[in-house]
């Protein structure tokens, strides 16, 4: 049975409240970008695509996308989502839409081969970055990276990468299963976060070219997420911090975020594609996803924008288009 950290949506999300930040000045701001953020928001089993708006998230088309999704991966003009019985199912901005800088929709449908099939352990997916091709040469095919097994459970799990066209790749054995979202790095190696033998978080380098499996990063950390050469981690004392990856792998943690209070637990914490902004889903003290916050890193993380869910709502999974 599949216990995601994150889940999804109910459709009465409209009117949710965005709370403009006031800055020093005084004035009120909007976020100039934030319309690239997407969201799967609600509870399990019943969910929407959404997206900020004006007033507050709005409903995206999503036809074709089944009502048991349960995480969200994006890139470029692209989502995937992954299903409680495991299913892969890919969207496409729909054309008319404004492109996938200002999203009004996408067309669902099963990913090709065994990604569309059912796997009932199938957690949590991550699809690759796009990557710019070799000189003369055509770009790699996509991959996606899967994780298979029961968070929690103390039992092995996998890490499965395959192609877009359903392709497998590798297959990596895990001494636990993860607790969260592979994370792509910039040259195709992943960062996975399991739970060593003290049931202690920590965060395991994937190579899928050659299937070793090697301890990375400082520190024991609940989550891991990489956009670009950005990295972005959940200590496992509660702490957002933001570096690069290079620093990172060499064990520096990265700067803490600040002005999240000890009483807003953040649930995920994933950054633009250019690394710029932050966005933060942020829980209440119960634990429960209550808002999605949107940072800036311009002269140190300040907010630029937040949606609070609405009452109903207490799960939210965020994902972002395209970058700058």
């Given at each position: 049975m599949i216990r995601p950290v994150l889940l999804l949506a109910s459709v009465a999300l409209i009117g949710c409240t965005v709370v403009p930040t006031v800055p020093s000045t005084g004035g009120t701001t909007?976020?100039?970008?934030?319309?690239?953020?997407?969201?799967?928001v609600g509870r399990v089993g019943a969910m929407a695509l959404l997206a900020p708006g004006p007033g507050g998230l709005r409903p995206l088309d999503g036809a074709g996308l089944p009502p048991d999704a349960a995480w969200l991966s994006g890139g470029g003009a692209m989502l995937l989502a992954t299903t409680l019985d495991g299913r892969i199912m890919q969207g496409v901005a729909a054309s008319g839409t404004g492109g996938a800088g200002s999203p009004g929709g996408f067309a669902w449908g099963p990913a090709s081969g065994d990604l569309g099939g059912n796997h009932l352990e199938r957690a949590f997916a991550s699809l690759e970055p796009v990557t710019?091709?070799?000189?003369?040469?055509?770009?790699?095919?996509?991959?996606?990276?899967?994780?298979?097994?029961?968070?929690?459970?103390?039992?092995?799990?996998?890490?499965?990468?395959?192609?877009?066209?359903?392709?497998?790749?590798?297959?990596?054995?895990?001494?636990?299963?993860?607790?969260?979202?592979?994370?792509?790095?910039?040259?195709?190696?992943?960062?996975?976060?399991?739970?060593?033998?003290?049931?202690?978080?920590?965060?395991?380098?994937?190579?899928?070219?050659?299937?070793r499996v090697a301890s990375a990063g400082p520190g024991t950390l609940r989550s891991v997420a990489i956009a670009g050469t950005t990295l972005a981690t959940i200590g496992a004392d509660g702490i957002v911090r933001v570096g690069t990856v290079t620093t990172w792998l060499g064990g520096q943690p990265g700067e803490p975020v600040r002005g999240i209070g000890a009483a807003e637990p953040v649930l995920q914490a994933q950054p633009s594609v250019g690394?710029?902004?932050?966005?933060?889903?942020?829980?209440?003290?119960?634990?429960?996803?209550?808002?999605?916050?949107?940072?800036?890193?311009?002269?140190?993380?300040?907010?630029?924008?937040?949606?609070?869910?609405?009452?109903?709502?207490?799960?939210?999974?965020?994902?972002?288009?395209v970058g700058p």
């Open positions: 909007a976020p100039e970008r934030a319309d690239r953020v997407v969201a799967l710019e091709p070799a000189a003369g040469g055509r770009p790699a095919a996509r991959r996606i990276a899967f994780v298979e097994g029961d968070p929690g459970s103390g039992a092995a799990g996998r890490l499965i990468v395959e192609t877009l066209a359903g392709t497998e790749v590798r297959p990596i054995g895990l001494p636990r299963a993860a607790e969260g979202a592979p994370a792509w790095l910039p040259h195709g190696r992943i960062v996975i976060v399991v739970r060593d033998q003290t049931d202690r978080p920590m965060a395991l380098l994937a190579d899928p070219a050659s299937g690394g710029d902004e932050l966005a933060l889903v942020v829980a209440d003290p119960a634990g429960d996803a209550a808002s999605i916050r949107i940072l800036a890193g311009t002269g140190g993380w300040h907010e630029i924008a937040r949606f609070e869910l609405p009452r109903g709502a207490n799960r939210a999974v965020v994902g972002w288009l």
